[in-house]
């Protein structure tokens, strides 16, 4: 379905090399009303818009409007052939897959800057 919308990245590679490449041609309509939702979500407080400035740092906004329209196009086909309802994944996701990386990052920049840092571990309740 992405693939005929035209929203899959594409494919040039030569060499064991990947090359940066257009995006395929697709149903016009359908892409440029998943790209201007895309856009709409950078803002806002849920998976996709942590995915789009994600993305958007890394890679600029258009890449990241792409990105997003993509996901857009892949959760709808998911909930439409499972019958399920959709359930957001948080703005957090991406911090709690990487936890550990953000703390030894974090921890590396302060005493980087000079700062002597000790983490304790919070207790559980």
Request: aromatic share 8%; net charge positive; charged share 25%.
């Amino acid at each position: 379905m992405c693939s005929w919308a035209g929203l899959v990245p594409g494919n040039n590679e030569s060499a064991g090399k990947r090359k940066s490449s257009k995006t395929r041609n697709g149903n016009k309509y359908l892409k440029s009303a998943l790209i201007e939702a895309a856009h709409s979500v950078r803002g806002s407080k849920n998976y996709l818009g942590a995915l789009y400035r994600r993305t958007a740092a890394r890679k600029g906004k258009k890449r990241a409007g792409i990105v997003v329209a993509h996901a857009i196009l892949r959760i709808a086909y998911y909930l439409l052939t499972r019958k399920e309802m959709y359930v957001d994944l948080g703005e957090d996701y991406f911090d709690k897959q990487k936890q550990q990386s953000i703390v030894r990052h974090s921890v590396r920049r302060l005493e980087s800057l000079g700062y002597t840092v000790s983490i304790v571990e919070p207790k559980a309740s």
